[in-house]
């Protein structure tokens, strides 16, 4: 194992939650991209469904309040319990195992995150060790790091220029990811309108011009 802890300079790298935030919205996204609504109305109208899934892709850190990190709420064993368990007391979606997923997604994105976060970017072993695989005592990192986690030890460390640094850049790196599906989402859903508005001004086009290669 990497004998980091060790080191009285290292410090746990975690994604701050503005990251685990903007991934809870894109499942939000996947659970409304059939609906036939505008993105700002069926933020309104499914508030409680999106606060829930950004709920849930922050939950892992609970165990950060009880002075644990990375502990077994850093599991995919925890995503698939709390997901089944979310999904018996509210469907947010048509079916129990729709819902079920869309629970899961939310919070294994957590994971994901978490396991990409290091305290350098590119390829290098400063990832953060997450328990996968709870119960099995092993933990695992990215190889590749693609956030800086934030540094929390203190009130200095935490308001420190790298901080905001970090975070300027998750917000960035998160942001254009979030514009590239909220344009994706849009697509889809005039994708969805359109073949019944274009059948009728297509054959027009057709028929008038016989000669024209499809
Ligand atoms: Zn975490």
New binding site residues.
Partial sequence: MRPRSCNPEFFYP??SPVA?TFAGFWTFLLLTVRSKMRLVTACRQYLPQLLLLVLIANF??IDFLFGLH?SFT?SLAAAVFVALAVSCVWRIAASFWRSAGLYFLAYSS?LLI?LCTGTKLGWNATASDTPLFWPWRKDFGSPLVLFVGVKHKDFAALFSMENLQSSVYELLIFGVITAALIVLWIRHQKGRAMPHQCKTPVRAVYNSNPDAIE
């Fill in positions: 975690v994604a685990h892992a850190d990375r850093h957590h978490d």
